[in-house]
């Protein structure tokens, strides 16, 4: 008991904490999301250019980052399809233009629609670097609706096409390639690049298990039910094995399953934590409350958060001067 007390006194610190630094807490972390795509970019297509791209400077991406800390994560994302874009122009006319025809798909989309879950897009690609890219989804069914799923797919593709301009490059330009007539080789770059998004099998089975996950964890997570967000949790992330597996078992995708069976468990370790902070509430205490009015009866049943109440101080009670002598 006393354990649990310790716990939730430290939740309790934490969130007063985090709300009395919010001003400052954000803008650090739009900072260092900004800051770590930038990064990426110039790692994955920054190093395949010449070495005096605009963008290779440490202190501009800084910059950068700051600039992107003081805006909503909205302006992260143009300056980071911008870069994106120019790193592209830089290596491949062909790539260039389909990243271009993707960013359009996905203001059309996406950002025309729900722009609220933006911040999921640009997360996307930083925890796919760290093996975390599990998590995202569930973090979006629980703090968005299912629209969030569009932003995790969305994350994703760009992450995986960055990827496969890395890959195919070195075939881009190659000596056959440059010596075919320009607009031969300019179709077959075209081919090269889309059958490599098309064809790729596990960015597919990816993509339906990461969005399929948003929709489970956000269904289960409104249900009226003791411990919504656990049993929310749970499900997302066995479904999301059970559809990489079932997946890589039909097509012969050859995923690492270490990699995934880890990442799965931090994404449940991790939305635990998001829980504890997030969604603290006291099963043992639930309320039934009814009242009316004119025209309705109403049915309400209440959870309070679990809370830590100040411990209570021994007080003695002083008889005042001459109490006994009027008794």
């Known amino acids: 008991m006393n354990e649990s ?8 610190n934490t969130v007063q904490l985090y709300k009395r630094l919010e001003y400052l807490l954000v803008p650090v972390f739009r900072f260092a999301v ?32 700051l600039v992107c800390s003081m805006f909503p994560p909205g302006c992260t994302a143009l300056i980071a399809s911008l870069v994106m874009l120019w790193y592209l122009y830089r290596l491949s006319l062909e790539a260039t233009a389909i990243c271009a025809a993707l960013l359009l798909l996905c203001l059309l989309l996406y950002f025309r629609f729900s722009p609220k879950d933006t911040m ?11 093996n975390l890219h599990y998590a995202v989804p569930v973090f979006a069914g629980l703090l ?66 990461l969005a399929l996950t948003v929709v489970i964890v956000c269904f289960f997570r409104h249900l009226i039910m003791a411990h919504a967000w656990t049993v929310a949790i749970a499900a997302g992330c066995i479904i ?28 449940f370790v991790l ?16 309320e039934s409350v009814q009242f009316e009015d004119e025209d309705y009866y109403y049915y309400v ?4 958060k679990t809370m830590v109440l100040p411990p209570v101080t021994n007080v003695e009670h002083f008889s005042q001067p001459g109490a006994k002598e009027r008794e």
Do not use: C, W
Request: no cysteine.
């Open 301 to 304: 049943r209440a959870i309070p």
């Open 34 to 65: 900004s800051l770590s795509l930038l990064l990426l970019l110039r790692r994955h297509l920054g190093a395949l250019g010449p070495a005096d791209a605009v963008f290779g400077s440490t202190l501009l991406n800084v910059i950068l980052a």
């Open 144 to 209: 968005f609706g299912p629209g969030a799923a569009a932003a995790v797919i969305f994350g994703l593709l760009f992450t995986k096409y960055v990827l496969l301009v890395e890959e195919s490059l070195p075939a881009i330009g190659s000596t056959a390639q440059a010596a075919l007539p320009t607009g031969e080789r300019l179709i077959a770059n075209f081919r090269s690049l889309i059958d490599g998004m098309v064809q790729d099998k596990s960015m597919i089975i990816l993509a339906a298990a």
């Open 240 to 267: 999301e094995l059970l559809v990489l597996l079932a997946g890589d078992m039909k097509f012969d995708t050859n995923i690492d399953l270490t990699k995934v069976f880890v990442g799965i468990v931090l994404a």
């Open 5 to 12: 007390r310790g716990l939730y006194r430290f939740r309790e």
């Open 271 to 286: 939305a635990q934590i998001l829980r504890f902070f997030v969604y603290n509430v006291d099963f043992l205490r639930i």
């Open 120 to 130: 999921i897009l640009l997360l996307m690609p930083v925890a796919y670097a760290l």
